[in-house]
């Protein structure tokens, strides 16, 4: 008992250690993996899967650390739900990059983004050149929003057929 116990501490541990290791190397690590980060990833779980088990290398003693991390993970998904300090705290907050057509650098440079990294995911939403972004946003999962003008053309139009769908009361 007192090895699963051990197990379920090391694995506890370990998980907060790479939640927060993700956490300070920053968002955009989580959506924009290259073959490099993929390796990383592997060998990161490679490397501290022994920390977590020690020499235990039992059914039992895998299936332990396996189900440390899912109650981890469960506990930490409802305490970023339930509290907004927690989940600003864990996860960080949005990060304006683009507003009215001017990059923010400043905060290109905190969220350790390129400004070619920048120009592809813009181009990935459709839009040819950085002045045509009306805002674009590094969200707190690591994905890049790009609001354009065309985007707010569409909104007014949106807007005014919904209006006109709207019955009248």
């Not at 039992?60 to 339930?82: D, E, M, S, V």
């Not at 707010?152 to 009361?169: A, E, G």
């Amino acid at each position: 008992m007192e090895e699963i116990v051990s197990i379920v501490i090391r694995s506890t541990a370990v998980y907060a250690f790479i939640i927060i290791a993700i956490r300070l190397f920053g968002k955009k690590e989580l959506t924009q993996l290259s073959i490099i980060d993929l390796v990383f990833i592997l060998l990161i779980s490679n490397s501290v899967q022994s920390a977590m088990i020690g020499d235990n290398n039992t059914l039992i003693g895998g299936l332990t650390a396996a189900t440390a991390l899912f109650c981890t993970n469960w506990i930490l998904k409802n305490l970023i739900f339930r509290s907004s300090s927690i989940s600003r705290f864990m996860q960080g907050n949005p990060l304006m990059l683009i507003y009215h057509g001017k990059i923010i650098k400043k905060h290109l440079d905190e969220a350790k983004i390129s400004h070619e990294e920048l120009e592809a995911a813009i181009r990935e939403h459709g839009v040819k050149d950085i002045s045509q972004v009306d805002l674009a946003v590094l969200e707190i999962d690591g994905n890049i929003s790009v609001l354009s003008q065309n985007f707010s053309r569409q909104t007014v139009k949106r807007r005014r057929v919904q209006k006109q769908l709207l019955p009248i009361s």
